[in-house]
């Protein structure tokens, strides 16, 4: 499993040097209740709602025969990825040997030095981004 994030359709391409231990996917629903008088509480089936995605690990300083690349060093990755956030763009979010690929949005992101490594440790939070589809009416 490798995870890639792109921007521009592939303009630029950064591939995580070391893969998470686990990520986890949120898939909610928005179903409201509604309280009647006389049922009690009743669930009206609402639309899916955003998936979101969060998972963590670290940005390597130095080579590492484990890592899955090395085109970047440490804080050199939080730097894109800050870079992207503040053009205000949605990023291209593929996870291989899985179904993710979709445009996400980073919704919080926190890194760090956390050993004398000089590894950038991060943990990150992003948001499906779906595309808007608006339906025009013809007159």
Known sequence: MDIFFSVNNRKTVLQLPIVPSEFKIKSPFNNETWSTINQGDILLIGQRGLKSISFESFFPKK?????????????????????????????????TNTKINMLVLIDDFEYGPQDGTGDVYYSIS?????????????V
């Open 63 to 95: 080579k590492y025969k484990f890592a899955r690349t090395d085109k970047y060093k440490g804080w050199e990755y939080a730097e894109l990825l800050e870079t992207w956030r503040d053009k205000r763009i949605p990023i291209r979010l593929v996870i």
């Open 126 to 138: 992003m948001t499906e981004f779906p595309e808007i589809k608006l339906k025009t009416k013809r």
